[in-house]
């Protein structure tokens, strides 16, 4: 297990059952040893032994990620009310479409039907007027 003192360059690294104190340089692997050690961002997790100013620090640091998590959740919530909206808008879309084309199939039917109504009162008046030709030459 790692640890580092704030002000000094030392750490300590466990090593099975002894604990040796080794500079950071050998600690992080520059001397050539090998010994690796991870920086940890987040070091005030625990306030444990720690200075009065910590507190504030880590109040600070937990509300910072509090609205970054309650962010994402608004990000999320507006992305699932964009998707339900848009699919809303395209059943809209499908029904007015769907709407609109049996409404002009009804006017298209209606014209057709008025213009065969005026050709049969066209055709009648031309047999009429055949028939009283026939009637003015007998």
Request: proline residues 0%.
């Given at each position: 297990?790692?640890?580092?003192?704030?002000?000094?360059?030392?750490?300590?690294?466990?090593?099975?059952?002894?604990?040796?104190?080794?500079s950071?340089?050998?600690?992080?692997?520059?001397?050539?040893?090998?010994?690796?050690?991870d920086?940890?961002?987040?070091?005030?997790?625990?306030?444990?032994?720690?200075?009065?100013?910590?507190?504030?620090?880590?109040?600070?640091?937990?509300?910072?990620?509090?609205?970054?998590?309650?962010?994402?959740?608004?990000?999320?919530?507006?992305?699932?009310?964009?998707?339900?909206?848009?699919q809303?808008?395209?059943?809209?879309?499908?029904?007015?479409?769907?709407?609109?084309?049996?409404?002009?199939?009804?006017?298209?039917?209606?014209?057709?039907?008025?213009?065969?109504?005026?050709?049969?009162?066209?055709?009648?008046?031309?047999?009429?007027?055949?028939?009283?030709?026939?009637?003015?030459?007998?």
């Amino acid at each position: 297990m790692a640890s580092a003192d704030k002000g000094s360059d030392v750490a300590e690294v466990g090593v099975r059952k002894g604990v040796s104190t080794v500079s950071y340089e050998e600690a992080s692997g520059k001397t050539g040893k090998g010994i690796k050690v991870d920086r940890v961002a987040n070091i005030y997790g625990s306030t444990a032994g720690a200075s009065s100013s910590s507190f504030h620090i880590y109040r600070n640091h937990r509300r910072t990620e509090m609205f970054r998590l309650q962010k994402m959740d608004r990000e999320h919530e507006t992305k699932l009310l964009n998707e339900a909206l848009n699919q809303k808008r395209q059943r809209n879309e499908e029904e007015s479409a769907r709407k609109t084309d049996k409404k002009a199939e009804k006017r298209r039917r209606k014209k057709l039907k008025k213009k065969q109504l005026m050709m049969e009162a066209k055709r009648k008046e031309k047999e009429k007027e055949k028939e009283k030709e026939k009637e003015k030459e007998t």
